[in-house]
């Protein structure tokens, strides 16, 4: 069974929009840690939002922010105000309390349209 | 601060050919990882090091070896290239303290292979 699922392989957005990016998790852990990357077409990886399982609010970095529902293993991102700029792979991944390593979603391809 | 260092950045290579991807970082990371992600995919783990001279496997190791006789260097060896491991591969590394879990991966740029 797949620990980290992302159900939307690709979407198109309106630039200016806000976007949800969807992911749920799978884990017996009570200590887990949540990531976001973003790849844009360059290739690069580029870390964007990190969220505890222990974290009490939705963690938030300029403008992505982490919708978390730790009942229902969600961890959705959302870019508010999206740009061309946003147009890029996004991955989600965890990292299990007793593990040494991330594990990586497949990946949801977002397209900003002018 | 230079964070992890991939070379080559390209690379074509011939069936039954052989190289050693670099990778090296200088944060004093004590985990370091290969993943290969290809074409419209996400990323699989290839091997892992949790220190200097311990190594892991990963999701998919065949064809594929690693040492781990410093800190800051991770190489990865293909041995007998095959059209299969044509692949974008990223060298990772991570912070492991006592309390590791936000601690997430800095990776390196990446390699493109081709195996022709």
């Known amino acids: 069974a797949q620990k980290i699922t992302q159900t939307q392989p690709g979407m198109f957005v309106q630039e200016k929009e806000a976007v949800t990016l969807d992911c749920t998790y799978d884990?017996?852990?009570?200590?887990?840690?949540l990531f976001w990357y973003k790849q844009p077409s360059s290739g690069e990886m580029i870390f964007l939002i990190y969220?505890?399982?222990?974290?009490?609010q939705n963690a938030t970095e300029g403008r992505y922010s982490l919708n978390f529902q730790k009942a229902r293993k969600s961890a959705n991102l959302v870019i508010s105000a999206s740009q061309l700029g946003d147009s890029a792979m996004y991955f989600c991944?965890?990292?299990?309390?007793?593990?040494?390593?991330?594990?990586f979603g497949k990946g949801t391809r977002l397209h900003i349209l002018p | 601060n230079a964070g992890v260092t991939q070379t080559p950045k390209f690379r074509i290579l011939k069936i039954g050919q052989s190289m050693t991807l670099q990778c090296t970082q200088d944060?004093?990371?004590?985990?370091m990882y290969w993943y290969r992600q290809d074409p419209g995919m996400g990323l699989k783990l290839i091997y892992y090091?949790?220190?200097?001279?311990?190594?892991d496997k990963g999701e998919v190791p065949n064809g594929y070896n690693v040492s781990r006789s410093t800190t800051e260097d991770f190489p990865l060896r293909l041995e007998l290239a095959a059209p299969s491991q044509t692949s974008v591969y990223f060298c990772?590394?991570?912070?492991?303290?006592?309390?590791?879990?936000?601690?997430?991966?800095?990776f390196g740029s990446g390699t493109r292979l081709t195996v022709v």
């Open positions: 990772a590394s991570s912070y492991h303290p006592t309390d590791p879990l936000k601690y997430g991966y800095t």
């Open positions: 944060m004093n990371h004590n985990y």
């Open positions: 991944a965890m990292r299990e309390g007793r593990d040494d390593k991330i594990i």
């Open positions: 884990t017996s852990d009570q200590s887990y840690g």
């Open positions: 090091s949790v220190g200097a001279g311990i190594t």
């Open positions: 969220q505890g399982s222990y974290d009490e």
